[in-house]
């Protein structure tokens, strides 16, 4: 089992920056692709970014040039760092972590952003 915390969610002012943070627990060699997910009030989860091993990200495009995902292997955590946020970023955003050896995809409880205009 793998138990994932966020932190780092709160409310920020338009063209401001936040840096979402993602501590991983227990079975932490078995975690291969972490990413972030969103959840706008009304709407469906969606991907924002995804990194994997190596290394190589993937962002939605709404997020390209603005978010970067990293991952620091030895303290087992993955961060977001957002910036020129905009409203339409307000969200529970999500950590994911993907089982290397089965289909299994770890969830974190989730962090709200609050994006004011």
């Known amino acids: 089992q793998v138990q994932l915390v966020e932190s780092g969610g709160g409310l920020v002012q338009a063209g401001g920056s936040r840096r979402l943070s993602c501590a991983a627990s227990g079975s932490i060699g078995t975690i291969g692709d972490m990413g972030w997910y969103r959840q706008a009030p009304g709407k469906q989860r969606e991907l924002v970014a995804i990194i994997i091993p190596s290394g190589r990200t993937t962002y939605v495009d709404s997020v390209k040039g603005r978010f970067t995902i990293s991952r620091d292997n030895a303290e087992n955590t993955v961060y977001l760092q957002m910036n020129s946020l905009k409203p339409d970023d307000t969200a529970v955003y999500y950590c994911?972590?993907?089982?290397?050896?089965?289909?299994?995809?770890?969830w974190g409880q989730g962090t709200q952003v609050t994006v004011s205009s």
């Open positions: 994911a972590a993907d089982s290397l050896y089965d289909s299994r995809r770890y």
